[in-house]
């Protein structure tokens, strides 16, 4: 019961004056009571600190020979004299010795996993015409007849204390009286998005489009035959033998998701490129109806798109912004709180719509919990770790220590969903606002763009010129399902500000 205590946050809420009854013309105040995220702070599941350690194993073994070769070959060399670096060998033993070391050289290069580097990414900004403040998106939906006063009053409500700001984007078509969502809007948004961020990372890194060998798009909610990897493909004339996926229902982690599968189709295709193409087509989300669990992704999912652009050759090093380093994937879908807490269902009416639970937040939050205890381990500073684990064997009755996250990256890119998420991470993590800020201006100015959002928050770390090199980026982001997954890279240069970019009015 203890436990379940932490893990409310009671609210009084003035409720006005009493109409009728007994008490009218008297002040009514009720206490609301809502979840919170679980206090990241004060426990640890060992189960994922295993976990950590087990991938972090995994990938040491492949270093685990070249020490040994080279002691074994240090060894020899220091018992060499002189004479014996004479041209006295014997030529077939000479040719034998250099076939074992390309062998050697080539079982070892063949078994490790290749080196990704993040050439570029762009993300898309929607024309200005397509902008909405906070008081025209309530005007417009009260205008539209879609929706009753109590829709519109909680909308209000909502959209008050969201977080965004007066110039994120939305399709008008969403307002239209009877609206529902379709393929034809669908298709049109989808477009307009997806090919304006591929064109601007196009024209940035001068890639022919022939050259992608991978192509990964994800949208949550739209999902059409043919496909809209299909769709890319086709406006682009990529090769024939493309290797394309789709990936659909995965929410706003989907975006991760999709890095994490062309890096392991890029381990399998050395010296390739794969372009990974994350949205969410916001006028297939739009619910109008008066369901209340089905209003809140109208208030925060706005128009957004980034296209990013990976490679596994070695060559591409030298121009290229990032390298990939780790990734973490955490589901929780085997809980069947986690599993329905958000999903795509139809109301009374038949009207389609996202349904978000009250209990999102909590298992959100134990998904992230779940998610950075088994980074630790790939991550932290080897002082950060002894001192864990030191508290952990001494067994200490008072509250453990847990790791300082913030020793591990100069720049954290938390997933824009809205304001009082970010502040419960905020406070849960004991993060710094400078680290926060990123975050919390994407969502302010673009809303939640769902599955691309971290690419806006790490686009406005380059246009305030804050990447340096050797700077490490953790990017994390959630979805349905309950998961959660974070991607960490480090800037391979001083990354300038970049000449388009959706935070730089020039750009347009």
């Known amino acids: 019961?203890?436990?379940?205590?932490?893990?409310?946050?009671?609210?009084?809420?003035?409720?006005?004056?009493?109409?009728?009854?007994?008490?009218?013309?008297?002040?009514?105040?009720?206490?609301?009571?809502?979840?919170?995220?679980?206090?990241?702070?004060?426990?640890?599941?060992?189960?994922?600190?295993?976990?950590?350690?087990?991938?972090?194993?995994?990938?040491?073994?492949?270093?685990?020979?070249?020490?040994?070769?080279?002691?074994?070959?240090?060894?020899?060399?220091?018992?060499?004299?002189?004479?014996?670096?004479?041209?006295?060998?014997?030529?077939?033993?000479?040719?034998?010795?250099?076939?074992?070391?390309?062998?050697?050289?080539?079982?070892?290069?063949?078994?490790?996993?290749?080196?990704?580097?993040?050439?570029?990414?762009?993300?898309?900004?929607?024309?200005?015409?397509?902008?909405?403040?906070?008081?025209?998106?309530?005007?417009?939906?009260?205008?539209?007849?879609?929706?009753?006063?109590?829709?519109?009053?909680?909308?209000?409500?909502?959209?008050?204390?969201?977080?965004?700001g007066d110039e994120t984007y939305l399709p008008r078509a969403v307002f239209c009286p009877g609206y529902r969502p379709n393929l034809k809007d669908g298709r049109e948004e989808a477009a307009m998005v997806l090919f304006g961020a591929i064109d601007d990372l196009l024209a940035a890194t001068k890639i022919r489009p022939k050259d992608i060998r991978v192509l990964v798009v994800n949208c949550g909610v739209l999902n059409t035959t043919p496909s809209l990897s299909a769709m890319v493909i086709n406006h682009y004339k990529l090769r024939h033998n493309i290797n394309s996926f789709n990936l659909g229902g995965m929410g706003c982690s989907a975006g991760i998701i999709a890095i994490d599968l062309a890096k392991d189709l890029l381990n399998a295709y050395p010296g390739s490129y794969a372009l990974v193409v994350s949205t969410e087509v916001v006028s297939n989300t739009w619910y109008g109806g008066n369901e209340v669990d089905m209003l809140l992704p109208n208030c925060f999912f706005r128009m957004g798109a980034a296209a990013v652009l990976l490679s596994s050759c070695r060559l591409d090093k030298w121009r290229s912004k990032y390298e990939f380093k780790q990734l973490v994937r955490t589901h929780k879908g085997m809980d069947n709180r986690s599993f329905k807490c958000m999903h795509l269902k139809e109301d009374a009416e038949g009207r389609q719509g996202l349904s978000v639970s009250k209990e999102m937040i909590e298992v959100g939050g134990h998904a992230l919990k779940a998610n950075i205890t088994t980074l630790g381990p790939l991550v932290l500073p080897v002082s950060e770790q002894v001192h864990f684990f030191t508290n952990l064997l001494l067994k200490k009755k008072t509250k453990p220590y847990i790791p300082d996250y913030k020793q591990a990256f100069e720049h954290i890119c938390i997933l824009a969903t809205s304001k009082k998420v970010l502040d419960e991470i905020h406070q849960n993590l004991e993060l710094t606002e400078e680290l926060m800020e990123a975050s919390r201006k994407t969502l302010e100015r673009f809303g939640n763009t769902s599955s691309s959002s971290v690419w806006y928050e790490l686009a406005y770390l380059e246009a305030n010129a804050r990447v340096k090199r050797g700077d490490r980026i953790w990017q994390t982001a959630f979805g349905s399902g309950v998961k959660c997954n974070i991607v960490v890279w480090k800037a391979l240069r001083n990354v300038e500000k970049p000449e388009r970019s959706p935070w730089l009015e020039s750009s347009e």
């Not at 685990?64 to 041209?87: C, R, W």
């Open 1 to 164: 019961m203890a436990r379940e205590h932490k893990l409310l946050s009671p609210e009084i809420v003035n409720r006005g004056v009493e109409n009728s009854g007994p008490y009218a013309g008297s002040l009514s105040f009720s206490v609301r009571v809502q979840r919170r995220l679980p206090d990241f702070l004060n426990s640890v599941n060992l189960n994922y600190v295993r976990l950590g350690y087990g991938y972090l194993l995994s990938h040491g073994v492949y270093l685990i020979p070249a020490p040994i070769l080279i002691v074994i070959f240090g060894a020899q060399i220091g018992k060499l004299t002189f004479s014996d670096l004479l041209p006295t060998f014997d030529t077939t033993d000479a040719v034998f010795l250099f076939g074992l070391l390309g062998i050697l050289a080539y079982i070892y290069l063949e078994t490790t996993p290749c080196w990704i580097y993040l050439v570029d990414f762009a993300c898309y900004r929607p024309p200005n015409e397509l902008k909405i403040s906070k008081k025209e998106f309530i005007e417009q939906a009260r205008e539209s007849g879609n929706f009753n006063d109590a829709s519109l009053e909680f909308k209000q409500r909502i959209i008050k204390n969201s977080g965004l």
